[in-house]
């Protein structure tokens, strides 16, 4: 019977066991659980504002390249109202001047043609004087001679060649 007693259950050995257990779990739970439990939900609070400080910077840089592409459109709207204007610009100006040159042009044609037109007077008023200096000389002839039809040929011819 002496192995029976070395497998016997001793009932105040499982009490204080038992006692042993819930002390341990008691110190345990107050020492080691609540601060586990505390350090947890600071790191998962940590961990959300992780994630809202994230989300909290996504939002600004979207709204950062909503702005700048804003900004961009406005600026690439502005260029080319800038370049569509100067070529306006550059149109008329360069109608001013075509303007100008044609006007020039006109204006050099009416002075050449009032040149030509005094030149020709000119002309007409030496041939002229030439006509009266070449009769006076005829006249001056006629009168130290007398003239013949046939001397009067004669001078009209010579008067003719000499125009």
Known sequence: MQSLSIISVNLWQI??????LVILTLIV???LFKPVR???DARRESIDEGYARAEKAESE???????YEAALAAAKQ???QMISQAARDAERRGAQIEEKAREQAAEIRRQ????????????????????????????EKLL????????????ID????EL
Do not use: G, Y
């Open 29 to 31: 739970k107050k020492f």
């Open 38 to 40: 505390k350090m947890m």
């Open 144 to 155: 130290e001679r007398e003239v013949s039809p046939e001397d009067h040929r004669e001078l």
């Open 112 to 139: 050449a043609e009032a040149d030509a037109l005094l030149e020709r007077k000119k002309a007409e008023d030496d041939m002229r004087h030439e006509i009266a200096d070449v009769s006076a000389r005829l006249t």
């Open 15 to 20: 009490l204080i066991s038992l006692a042993n």
């Open 78 to 80: 502005t260029t080319d």
């Open 61 to 67: 840089a979207e709204e950062h390249r909503e702005r």
């Open 158 to 161: 010579d008067f003719l060649k």
